[in-house]
Every structure is written in structure tokens, then in C-alpha cells.
């Protein structure tokens, strides 16, 4: 299912697509008589698709169907594309070597599935019309050859499976490309936990499902005690290797259906689902002891943390109110000697 971004580029797409075909055909009208003697019937057939064009342009520009804005693309240029290949030769016509293009550019606006359409469609049309060549119609009034009319067909056929193809790696590595886009853009680069945005996106999810089947949340703020001494007595590079550390060793011990994110400098936090206050607590005291009981970076420190622990209230709570009564207990457990579990009032 395509998210809304991706809505609001197909549509961008689709206005260039349509934009730089009525530059193209304006061209063409306005150009090729002055270098061509071609029968009347083609400006006409000219001017009749740019007006249909315009049609299109401004229904999909006022976003009137934004669904259909694909299927409409495609009967236009079914529309546009048929009769005037139809009077000017077929396979024949300078015009089929645009066919190929077709499904690329249904890739770009529509996906996978629309392209695979658009050829499908198109291979047994060139095939009937290379089969069939003799009976169209051509105003240009070339000779007609049949070698060349199957040469044609063959190189047609073969260029419309090649951009088909062509099509589906690209949007196999453009589907690979914004996922780990998406990935990145969430995760905290040092520890490879959850940022802010990640962790406000999974938390939100997983306090609607609490709220839905009126299961209970907790959720744990972590701060490690004293970090400011490593950093000022080994540097940062030190300090670091201590936050990916102690990220590491926390989140090898929460379930994997557990959040953790890194909530700022050296604070973490974890979304504990179906989990009350009393069970949080537990939970936090072994993560407190498992740091406690550890060294971390190659000078082998001790650690310990102070965790801050609160549950989602039935009334009138939601994650920020969560947070700052987390935040509130952890000051608090920082207060009372550091390296504790406090829970909120
Ligand atoms: N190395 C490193 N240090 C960081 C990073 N982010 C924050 N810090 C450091 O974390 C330290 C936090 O210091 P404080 O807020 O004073 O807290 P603390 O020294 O841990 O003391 P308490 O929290 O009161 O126990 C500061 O020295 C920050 O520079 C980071 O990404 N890397």
C-alpha cells in the first residue's frame, strides 16, 4: 500500500509526464508542417490529442480523481497513441518507437504491477499489428515491406521486455534504497537503538494497542550515573564506547517485543507492552544489576545506572505525561544515592 510521500510523488510524476507530452505534441503541431508535406488529417489528429491532453492535465493538476490518475494516463495515450499509429503506418511509424517506453514510465507513476499491465497489454498489440501490417492503413504513403515491417515488430517486442525489465530493478533498488532511507532516519547512528522519531512512531503504536485491548504499559527512563566523569577524565571517544556499550547489554536483555530507544545523551528508554508497574520494576532492577555488575570500553569501568519506571494510567494519560513522570521518579532515585530503580508516584 502506497503511503501518502509516495501518493504525492506518483501524482508529481504523472503532471511531468503529461506536461512534457503536450510540450512534445505542441511541437510537433506547430514545427512539423513547416519541414514536412503530410496529409492534412495528421495536424488535425495533432491538435485533437493536444486538446484531450490539456483535458487530462487539468483534471489530474485539480486532483479530481486522484485514484484513477493512472488508469486515466493510460486510456488517454490508448486514445491518442491507437489512431495516430493506426494512419501513419503501425510498427511502421516513426511514433511505435515510443511504445517501449510505456511501461517504464508506468513503473515510475504506477509500480510494478501497472507496468507488467502496460506490457502485457502492449506485446500482443505490436504482435497483432506486425501480423496484421499489411491491412493498415499508411497516409505517409511509404512502401510497404514486409521484411522490414518484422524486423520492426521483433526490435519493438524486444525493447518493450527489455524497459520491463529494466523497470522492476529499478524499482527493486529504489524500494531498497528508501527503506534503509527509512531505517536510518529512525535509528540513532552511535548506539543503532531507536532515535526520537523512531521512538515516538513505536510508541504511539504501542500505546494505541494498550489502549485498544486495554492491556497495561510500562515504561522505564534510564540515565547512566556520573558519565560526565568519563568524558571529562578519557574523552568522548571513550564516552562513546560506553554508550554502545551499555545500549548493547540493554537491549540483548529486554524481549524483542519490547521499545528501546536512545532518549537523549546518555539516557535510554524502553517501551515495556503488556507489562503492569510491579513487572517493569523487576525488569529494571535486573538491567540495573546486569550494568552494575559489568565493565565497559577496553579500560574495563564500572557503571551503574538510575531508572525512572512509570505504567500508562486508565484515565486521562498519554506518552509525554508517561515520560515526565518517568523523569520525575528517575530525579528522584538520582537524588537518593544514584543507581537505583525509582518508581513514579
Ligand atoms: N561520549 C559521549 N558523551 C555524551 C553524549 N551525549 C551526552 N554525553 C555526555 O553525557 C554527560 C552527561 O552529564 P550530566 O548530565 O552532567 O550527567 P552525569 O555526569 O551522568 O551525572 P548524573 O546524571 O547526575 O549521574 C555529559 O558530559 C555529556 O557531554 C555522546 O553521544 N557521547
Not at 70 to 95: E, H, K, R
Request: one cysteine or more; hydrophobic letters at 50%.
Amino acid at each position: 500500500m502506497p503511503n501518502r510521500d509516495q501518493i504525492t510523488l506518483h501524482h508529481t510524476l504523472t503532471l511531468r509526464i503529461v506536461e512534457l507530452t503536450i510540450v512534445i505534441l505542441a511541437f510537433a503541431v506547430a514545427l512539423r508542417p513547416l519541414f514536412t508535406n503530410l496529409p492534412n488529417v495528421f495536424i488535425w489528429v495533432a491538435v485533437g490529442n493536444l486538446i484531450l491532453l490539456m483535458l487530462v492535465y487539468s483534471v489530474i493538476r485539480r486532483r479530481l480523481f486522484p485514484q484513477w490518475e493512472f488508469c486515466l494516463c493510460l486510456v488517454t495515450a490508448v486514445a491518442i497513441m491507437l489512431p495516430t499509429l493506426a494512419i501513419s503506418g503501425g510498427v511502421n511509424s516513426q511514433l511505435a518507437f515510443f511504445l517501449p517506453l510505456s511501461p517504464l514510465l508506468a513503473a515510475l507513476i504506477g509500480g510494478r504491477r501497472e507496468s507488467i499491465v502496460v506490457a502485457a497489454s502492449l506485446i500482443p498489440a505490436i504482435v497483432l499489428a506486425t501480423v496484421f501490417s499489411e491491412h493498415v492503413i499508411d497516409l505517409t504513403g511509404e512502401l510497404y515491406s514486409q521484411e522490414k515491417t518484422i524486423d520492426r515488430g521483433f526490435w519493438l517486442v524486444a525493447a518493450t521486455i527489455f524497459s520491463t525489465v529494466f523497470a522492476w530493478f529499478f524499482l527493486q533498488r529504489y524500494d531498497a534504497l528508501t527503506s534503509k532511507l527509512k531505517e536510518e532516519n529512525i535509528k540513532d547512528p552511535l548506539t543503532n537503538l531507536y532515535n526520537r522519531r523512531g521512538l515516538n512512531i513505536y510508541f504511539k503504536k504501542a500505546l494505541d494497542n494498550a489502549i485498544c485491548s486495554a492491556s497495561p504499559i510500562s515504561l522505564i527512563l534510564i540515565d547512566i550515573d556520573n558519565f560526565k566523569t568519563i568524558n571529562d577524565q578519557y574523552g568522548h571517544d571513550v564516552g562513546d564506547i560506553c554508550l554502545v556499550e551499555v545500549a548493547n547489554l540493554l537491549s540483548a536483555n529486554v524481549r524483542r517485543t519490547d521499545i528501546i530507544a536512545r532518549f537523549g545523551g546518555e539516557e535510554f528508554i524502553i517501551i515495556l507492552p503488556y507489562t503492569n508497574q510491579e513487572a517493569a520494576a523487576l525488569i529494571a532492577d535486573k538491567l540495573r544489576q546486569l550494568v552494575s555488575k559489568n565493565t565497559f570500553s577496553p579500560f574495563a569501568f564500572p557503571l551503574t545506572i538510575t531508572l525512572g519506571i512509570t505504567e500508562h494510567l486508565q484515565h486521562n494519560d498519554n506518552a509525554l505525561k508517561m515520560i515526565k513522570r518517568a523523569d520525575k521518579a528517575l530525579y528522584k532515585g538520582k537524588d537518593r544515592g544514584r543507581n537505583r530503580v525509582e518508581p513514579a508516584e
